[in-house]
């Protein structure tokens, strides 16, 4: 399907911050825009503030001054809804508020030409119900752009229930060719992003409630454990607690009270104190010009141990033994095979071995319940890591049987191979493992409810969040079976719907219990 034709009319209602971006996408992607607010001096101003924004693309480089030159005179405040009756497609940008959308496309009904698009920038309010008093609901179709607007990729083209599948593939094209990375999205709450995101958020709040660590110590191992370009603490304080709270509760009423999305004490008491984040100057941290960051958490230094062992069941492929094996040998220690623990589940994750500690990537299991199953008092658990080559920090547990040489030996092991050690509380699943568990079971619900497609969801994520690996494909790099254990251990432990595997994981793992994959 082609995209709109450059020079087109495209009309933007609404000139605060995603408004105004996405007028400056248009223009400098060759279109003519009209910007409506019920204000007219604020169109005004943005018109003047994007080409400010225009002329320091110039003084970058990114733009030449001929480019934006023209971008410039494309841009057009109209002083009524009248003044849009030539666009091929409008975008509203207005508060989020059912009724005055509805209300506003009513309206724009009866002065677009019929062949005019309509498209709402709604994050998450439903299409269909936006639609549903249009004469021709049809041609309206979700826009979701993410703020800012002129530098993040992603664009959620969502359908509800009438939306035209030309219409659709019309608005994602456009998107395509204003540079932007599109998804296509069913319209249910929060769309992709706003509901696959939400484990985030939710088991990082979990695990600082029941004592794991400290926000700072968490938020560094989410960094540099998993690869996050931020902690979980460190985004919410600057999303604002307000917003991030309401966000959770909506998804969490929109599905009916789902366990999955059940909000979080602790945060509405931060809402509560007015403890909002960066904004107010205070949330999970303190903001201003005297306030410090506070470290995080990190074992002091012990000896290196002179062996190490590596042991694996039968049924379990070497494929896993590498990434961890192959950063110990890059650190100059001999690596000796030998045979799994006594008492060892059939599929049971290699363990490393050193001056009688046992150690193991977690399997959702604490370290204490895994070393009771095994008969191993010395058993400490190791977390996800993103990269086993370049990552700087490991976060181990200990089981409360463990003896204090057996955990320093642990230490020692990975302080050796380049980590910095945090400990975390012995709360299963640990920070990483858990939270790409549940990201990766929510997106994969996504799919196997036919919101998205696997691909989709990878996209919007890696796009619209910055997340360092789609959730689907890091669940192929971890494997799938593991994450269904991973699950299954959570809900045992907690005993709670939360966290149910998705159906579709578990038709994956039937079809092919060694090798099921989302992506070839």
């Known amino acids: 399907m082609p995209a709109l034709a450059s020079g087109s009319v495209v009309a933007v209602i609404g000139s605060g911050a995603m408004g105004a971006g996405i007028a400056q996408v248009a223009a400098s992607s060759g279109h003519e825009v009209r910007l409506f607010d019920t204000r007219p001096e604020a169109a005004a101003k943005a018109i003047l503030d994007i080409g400010k924004v225009y002329d320091k693309l110039v003084d970058k480089g990114r733009m030449s001054a001929a480019q934006a030159d023209l971008a410039r005179d494309r841009l057009q405040s109209v002083d009524s809804l009248a003044g849009l009756s030539e666009a091929a497609l409008v975008v509203e940008a207005i508060v989020e508020n059912l009724n005055a959308k509805r209300a506003l496309f009513a309206e724009l009904e009866s002065i677009v030409d019929a062949r005019c698009i309509l498209a709402t920038n709604t994050s998450s309010l439903s299409v269909t119900a936006i639609g549903a008093q249009l004469r021709h609901p049809e041609r309206?179709?979700?826009?979701?752009?993410?703020?800012?607007?002129?530098?993040?990729?992603?664009?959620?083209?969502?359908?509800?229930?009438?939306?035209?599948?030309?219409?659709?593939?019309?608005?994602?094209?456009?998107?395509?060719?204003?540079?932007?990375?599109?998804?296509?999205?069913?319209?249910?709450?929060?769309?992709?992003?706003?509901?696959?995101?939400?484990?985030?958020?939710?088991?990082?709040?979990?695990?600082?409630?029941?004592?794991?660590?400290?926000?700072?110590?968490?938020?560094?191992?989410?960094?540099?454990?998993?690869?996050?370009?931020?902690?979980?603490?460190?985004?919410?304080?600057?999303?604002?607690?307000?917003?991030?709270?309401?966000?959770?509760?909506?998804?969490?009423?929109?599905?009916?009270?789902?366990?999955?999305?059940?909000?979080?004490?602790?945060?509405?008491?931060?809402?509560?104190?007015?403890?909002?984040?960066?904004?107010?100057?205070?949330?999970?941290?303190?903001?201003?010009?005297?306030?410090?960051?506070?470290?995080?958490?990190?074992?002091?230094?012990?000896?290196?141990?002179?062996?190490?062992?590596?042991?694996v069941a039968r049924e379990v492929t070497s494929s896993i033994l590498s990434p961890m094996e192959a950063r110990l040998l890059a650190a100059g220690f001999t690596v000796a095979h030998r045979e799994p623990l006594q008492g060892a589940e059939k599929h049971e994750a290699p363990a490393f071995h050193t001056n009688g500690a046992a150690i193991f990537l977690t399997d959702g299991r604490t370290a204490t319940e895994r070393a009771a199953a095994n008969k191993h008092p010395n058993t400490v658990v190791y977390d996800l890591l993103l990269d086993h080559a370049k990552a700087t920090r490991i976060a181990l547990a200990r089981a409360d049987q463990c003896s204090d040489e057996a955990y320093g030996a642990a230490v020692g092991l990975f302080q050796a191979a380049g980590f910095a050690v945090t400990r975390l509380d012995d709360l299963p699943g640990m920070a990483v493992m858990r939270t790409v568990a549940m990201l990766a079971n929510e997106a994969a619900d996504a799919v196997n409810q036919g919101v998205c497609s696997a691909v989709a969801v990878d996209i919007a994520m890696q796009k619209g969040v910055n997340y360092p690996r789609g959730p689907l494909a890091w669940m192929d790099a971890v494997g799938i079976a593991h994450i269904v254990t991973v699950l299954a251990n959570l809900a045992a432990?907690?005993?709670?719907?939360?966290?149910?595997?998705?159906?579709?994981?578990?038709?994956?793992?039937?079809?092919?219990?060694?090798?099921?994959r989302f992506h070839a």
């Open 493 to 516: 432990a907690y005993g709670e719907d939360r966290y149910r595997v998705s159906p579709l994981l578990r038709r994956k793992l039937a079809a092919n219990p060694t090798g099921a």
């Open 140 to 311: 309206l179709v979700g826009m979701h752009f993410f703020n800012p607007v002129p530098l993040m990729a992603l664009v959620e083209v969502v359908s509800g229930l009438a939306t035209d599948q030309h219409v659709a593939d019309t608005v994602y094209a456009t998107a395509q060719a204003w540079g932007k990375d599109p998804v296509h999205a069913k319209s249910t709450p929060g769309f992709i992003v706003n509901r696959v995101a939400r484990p985030y958020y939710a088991e990082a709040l979990r695990l600082l409630q029941e004592g794991a660590a400290d926000a700072p110590t968490l938020d560094a191992v989410m960094r540099d454990c998993g690869g996050f370009r931020m902690g979980p603490f460190e985004l919410m304080d600057l999303i604002g607690h307000d917003v991030n709270f309401s966000v959770t509760q909506s998804v969490h009423a929109a599905y009916f009270s789902d366990q999955r999305f059940t909000p979080s004490v602790l945060q509405q008491e931060l809402v509560n104190a007015g403890f909002l984040g960066r904004k107010s100057g205070r949330g999970f941290y303190r903001y201003g010009d005297d306030a410090s960051k506070p470290g995080a958490q990190v074992e002091s230094q012990q000896p290196s141990p002179h062996t190490v062992g590596i042991s």
